[in-house]
């Protein structure tokens, strides 16, 4: 897509901060030494939706499918040449919304089991969501490329989960002690990387940043909205 043609509209709410930190992400991965060298974006931090895990394991899905089909419709509208939601568990959702909208949506569940594969890692843990996990939603997408992804033992979850919706979610910056837990638990499973599943520890990482070993999906989301509006990536 050539520069001139394209606009990012990201679909966030879920929740504001991770949509923030996003936005901040395609803006540092950016190649620009001036405004007009950045991606035109809109941003619709729709905060209304519906929790989506809890939707997904009661099985009332219906009122979060119509907000994400309402809102990525309104981004279209709006001449957005892209969408990317930064929100892996609302990617239960996407593969039906594609079907609704004539415009691409960046997958990045699909992108970030690429680029575990690029790196050649073969057993990536999976810290995301209850409902994330019980979707399989990366589990199916490792599978396709080869790689046996291992979620979390039950009391391991259940600290991810606090992270997420405890914490993050409620302003604070996220327990390195609570972590470090959940990093010996993975390790000792036997992977050979972990993904961030979760965009609030997308967040949790950039108050404690994180070791190689952690791949961070709403990153590699980022990235790949640079380059798929047709802009160059900042070389680190």
């Known amino acids: 897509m050539e520069k001139k043609s394209a606009r990012l509209g990201i679909l966030g709410g879920m929740g504001?901060?991770?949509?923030?930190?996003?936005?901040?992400?395609?803006?540092?991965?950016?190649?620009?030494?001036?405004?007009?060298?950045?991606?035109?974006?809109?941003?619709?931090?729709?905060?209304t939706i519906p929790?989506?895990?809890?939707a997904i394991l009661s099985g009332r899905t219906e009122e979060v499918a119509?907000?994400?089909?309402?809102d990525a419709r309104l981004l279209e509208n709006c001449g957005c040449t892209v969408l990317a939601i930064p929100c892996n568990t609302s990617h239960y959702f996407v593969d039906d919304l594609q079907k609704e909208i004539g415009v691409p949506i960046l997958h990045m569940i699909r992108e970030a089991a690429a680029a575990v594969y690029a790196q050649g890692k073969r057993r990536p843990?999976?810290?995301?969501?209850?409902?994330?996990i019980r979707t399989g939603l990366y589990q199916k997408e490792f599978a396709a490329l080869g790689l046996e992804a291992v979620a979390p033992d039950p009391d391991t979850q259940k600290l991810v989960m606090s992270i997420i919706y405890d914490e993050i979610k409620q302003g604070e910056k996220g327990s390195r002690d609570k972590f470090a837990h959940i990093d010996k638990a993975i390790r000792r499973a036997g992977c050979d990387c972990a993904i961030l599943a979760c965009t609030?520890?997308?967040?949790?990482?950039?108050?404690?940043?994180l070791p190689p070993?952690?791949?961070?999906?709403?990153?590699?989301?980022a990235e790949r909205a640079v380059t798929a509006c047709g802009y160059p990536l900042r070389t680190i």
């Open 200 to 209: 609030e520890l997308s967040v949790f990482s950039t108050y404690h940043p």
């Open 213 to 221: 070993f952690y791949i961070d999906a709403m990153m590699v989301l």
């Open 125 to 132: 843990g999976i810290l995301g969501t209850d409902g994330t």
């Open 66 to 70: 119509k907000h994400l089909l309402d």
């Open 51 to 54: 929790d989506r895990t809890s």
């Open 16 to 47: 504001p901060q991770a949509s923030q930190t996003f936005y901040q992400f395609v803006l540092d991965r950016t190649d620009a030494a001036r405004d007009q060298d950045h991606v035109p974006t809109l941003i619709l931090s729709d905060t």
